[in-house]
Nanobody, 126 residues
Framework: QVQVVESGGGLVQAGGSLRLSCTAS????????MGWFRQAPGKEREGVSCIHIGSGITVYADSVKGRFTISRDNTKNGVYLQMDSLKSEANAMYYC???????????????????WGQGTQVTVSS
């Protein structure tokens, strides 16, 4: 079955850290880009970060640069989002998504991804 499944969300205090995991199955992992998106209540879904599995090239939204780190483990078909110095604005449902790779980079637009997980909730308490 082709799918991506997120885990690792939860409740954390402002300033704390959380690590999200995404495991992909049923696809040739190194031919994909993987992205993390988030949607806060009442807001549109936005791209947080992405990684080209083959090249390792990463992209971050300006709002998370220097605090979030995306990584991958090709042996586990896994992608991870380490979130440090969390702020209340990080309160959102976080989604992992997979899309076919073209070139060596990755993209933050939703229409570049065609396989989405169910999401994992991140709640930051102030």
């Amino acid at each position: 079955q082709v799918q991506v499944v997120e885990s690792g969300g939860g409740l954390v205090q402002a300033g704390g850290s959380l690590r999200l995991s995404c495991t992909a199955s049923g696809l040739t992992f190194d031919r994909y880009i993987m992205g993390w998106f988030r949607q806060a209540p009442g807001k549109e879904r936005e791209g947080v970060s992405c990684i080209h599995i083959g090249s390792g090239i990463t992209v971050y939204a300006d709002s998370v640069k220097g605090r979030f780190t995306i990584s991958r483990d090709n042996t586990k078909n896994g992608v991870y989002l380490q979130m440090d110095s969390l702020k209340s604005e990080a309160n959102a449902m976080y989604y992992c998504a997979a899309g076919g790779a073209a070139g060596f980079g990755c993209y933050s637009q939703e229409n570049d991804y065609n396989l989405w997980g169910q999401g994992t909730q991140v709640t930051v308490s102030s």
